[in-house]
Each structure stands twice: as C-alpha cells, then as structure tokens.
C-alpha cells in the first residue's frame, strides 16, 4: 500500500532518539494506525516488531498483563529480558491499566521500546501525566495540515506548493492554491479519509460517519448516565461561534442547561480534540482582557457538518473567522514547543488575534483577509508594540500578499495565509 507522508514521522524519528516511549493521541480518524505502520519502515533491524491492534480481543488480552505479553513474546522466540523488542501498541486505551504496563516495561526491561496509540481518553491523559512523568513522550496527530492537504490531493502540485518562498511569491499563484485548495479544506477539512474522496456527497458522508463514531464511542464511553442531545446542541452553537470570546454564561442560558455543565461539556470537547480553548496573554490585568478565553474548532469540515452547511466557503459572511480558524490550526501544527500560543485584548476592545510567546520574545500575529497591493500596519500593532518591547517579528496574516519592512526596529511580514506555515517552520 502507498502512503502519504505526514508531519509527525519526522518528529517520531526524532523522539525516539532520546526515548523509548512515545504515545500517540488524537481524535478518532486522524491517521494514527497509518503513521505506526508508516513508521514500522524506520525501525532499526536490530528490534525484533510486535503489532498489536486492541480493537482485537485476542491482542488485548496478551497486552493486559506484563506476564501475557512475556509469555506471548517468549513463545515466538523472543526474550524481552535479553533482546531488543520494538512494540506497537494501537488502540491503548482498552488496557485496564496501560501506564502500569508502560511502566513497568520501562523499568524492568530496558530493551524494550514502544510506539502507542490511543483516541483521547480524560482518564488516559490523567494517568499519563501522574504515573510515565520522566518515561514518556506524548505527541499530538491532529487532522492534516493545508500542507499536507494538499499533498493528500496532488503530489505533483505539492512538489511545487513545498518549494515557494512566503516572502517571495506572485499573487495569482497564491489565488490560484486559495481557489483551488484551500477554499476545499475550508469546507471539508482535513481528516485524510474525507480529503482523498472527489464526490461530494461522499465525502460529506465520511464527515458524518466520523462525527457519528465520535458521539456514539468518544463521547458516550466519557459521559455515562448524561444527555448525550446537549453535546449536540452544544457542538451546533460553538460551530458557529469559531474565532470569538466564550461566554460561559451566554452559553448556558441559550442552552437552558447549567454552568457547571457547560464546562464539563466544554472539557470533553477540548480532551477530545474537537475544540481549544485560547487563553489571554496579558502582563497588565489593569488594561488587559485576562479570564475570557476564545474558542477554536480543530477541523473545519467538522464546523460545517455541525451547521448543516456545505455551501460556497467564499460566499460567508463569517468567512474572516474561518481563515482565522485556519490560521490557529496551522500555528498548533507547526509552532515549536517551546512557543505558546495566546490572544490579546484590552478593556477598550483593541485586539490581536494571536500572540506567539517564547524564545524570549512576543510576535503578534494579526488575521487581515484584504486583498493589499502595498504594506499597511494596523493600529492595534502600534499599542501592542507601546506596551511591550521584547518584540523582534510581526505578522499580517493576509489573502495573497508577501512583503517584509522594519517598523521601530522590528520585522513585519506580509504573509498569505497558505504560507504561514513556512514561517512558523522557521522560529
């Protein structure tokens, strides 16, 4: 079978380098059995490979125990005291008590290494974080990239797409990748299934069987004895409010359920990678917006599967949202880890839709979808350069133009949305 490349390979690779557990999670249909075979290509010939799918009863019950998987392993010639073992663990969320397991393969045979993965449990991320601390690394495998989307739909066009420059490109170019692909991954999103699918009608079926296996599996297994009609419900309004403020309260009085509710219902949304939550950067509580958080949803097919509407992207009203929707999404996929990512706004209303912090500086990122023909900065850099000086870059997220100038000693770039992954590829 021929695979599609996708990002979090080359961070595989590189984990493993200085760990010998690395946890895959991520919502369901993101790709992750695919990257664990994918990855089966990169494992030195001196381990010996187990797959294990848990989905399959018979595997589950070898995985439950260090005593079965020993047993296991011994009877097919393998000695996990002596030899160096590779295990791919899919699905690890059925173990009655995976950390246990982790752990104890850690400490006890130290030849043994583990690829797992596992759809998103609130449990699952609890144990993870109290009883691997120091024995583990845990990567993210959201849906694809536009870079990848693109590579999904054209290899051919994502030879040319992966060569352009951001600050150097010529405007129908990047009309042409905005009309072509990124007004489809607006509509459809980018769960690898539903972008490899032309019809459709069929790839908005892909879309509901996901977000059907989400409720009745995800949901259902984390919410027991609760209405499950309030996540949908609670999914339709967020679908429609991507890119603003969370009112909490707002919230519960349209869905005449109570607060305490809504932020658990929220909690599930965000620990199942459906939605995130971006929090304020502020350094002035006096001046500064510092508890309302804004809401992203992390695919945009699912945003439209929830609104009931497939219809021209181009034609909404909300468009700027959706480009702001996309622009968070590509900084979660690609900003380094040492950077966080947060929004900024004053008790006045001004307002930058995304400040990326780390390394020791600020950069603001600010979404325009304009059509610019010359550099134009907006008011809000001015305060937000006024108020805090450890900034060296900013960013114009913009529909097609790419230029560069120095403002106050700092580099403002001009950059088409398409693009802005090259440049959070270079922090």
Avoid at 121 to 150: C, D, M, P, W
Avoid at 191 to 206: G, H, M, S, V
Avoid at 327 to 340: A, G, H, L, S, T
Avoid at 374 to 387: D, G, T, Y
Wanted: glycine fraction near 4%.
């Amino acid at each position: 079978m021929q695979y599609i490349h996708r990002l979090l390979l080359d961070k595989l690779e590189k984990g493993f380098r200085g760990n010998r557990i690395i946890i895959i999670t991520g919502s369901r249909q993101t790709g992750k059995t695919t990257v664990m075979e994918m990855y089966k290509r990169c494992i030195p010939a001196k381990y010996k490979q187990f797959y294990f799918n848990l989905e399959d009863v018979t595997n589950l019950s070898i995985c439950q125990t260090v005593d079965n998987l020993r047993s296991y392993l011994r009877d097919n010639g393998v000695d996990i005291g002596k030899q160096n073992v590779f295990l791919i663990i899919d699905e690890f969320q059925y173990i009655k008590n995976a950390t246990r397991l982790f752990k104890m393969l850690y400490d006890l045979f130290p030849k043994v290494s583990i690829l797992a993965s596992g759809s998103s449990s609130i449990e699952i991320q609890k144990h993870l974080k109290e009883s691997l601390a120091g024995r583990k690394k845990v990567y993210n495998l959201y849906t694809l990239s536009f870079e990848e989307f693109v590579r999904f739909r054209s290899e051919e066009e994502y030879q040319r797409f992966a060569k352009l420059d951001f600050q150097n490109v010529s405007a129908p170019l990047i009309g042409m990748y905005n009309k072509d692909y990124l007004e489809d991954y607006l509509l459809y999103g980018g769960y690898p299934k539903a972008a490899l699918i032309k019809n459709k009608t069929e790839r908005i079926e892909e879309l509901q069987d996901i977000y059907n296996s989400y409720i009745q599996k995800d949901i259902k297994s984390l919410i027991k004895g609760e209405d499950i009609s309030a996540y949908n419900n609670l999914l339709k309004v967020l679908a429609s409010q991507a890119g603003n403020l969370l009112n909490i309260n707002e919230l519960s009085n349209t869905l005449k359920i109570g607060r305490r509710h809504v932020l658990r219902h929220l909690d599930v949304l965000e620990q199942t990678f459906i939605i995130k939550l971006l929090r304020p950067f502020y350094s002035n509580k006096r001046t500064e917006i510092s508890k309302m958080p804004k809401l992203y949803l992390l695919d945009s097919g699912i945003i439209n599967f929830a609104l009931g509407n497939f219809g021209q992207i181009a034609l909404r009203p909300n468009l700027g949202s959706f480009i702001e929707n996309f622009v968070f999404n590509e900084i979660i996929k690609y900003k380094p880890i040492q950077y966080r990512v947060y929004f900024w706004r004053t008790k006045l209303g001004t307002e930058i839709d995304f400040i990326l912090e780390g390394n020791d500086e600020l950069i603001p990122v600010e979404v325009k979808w304009l059509n610019m023909t010359k550099p134009s900065i907006p008011k809000n850099f001015a305060s937000f350069f006024k108020e805090h000086k450890n900034i060296k870059n900013a960013v114009i997220i913009n529909r097609d133009f790419c230029y560069k100038i120095r403002k106050e000693g700092k580099n403002v770039y001009f950059i088409p949305a398409v693009l802005f992954s090259r440049f959070l590829k270079r922090l």
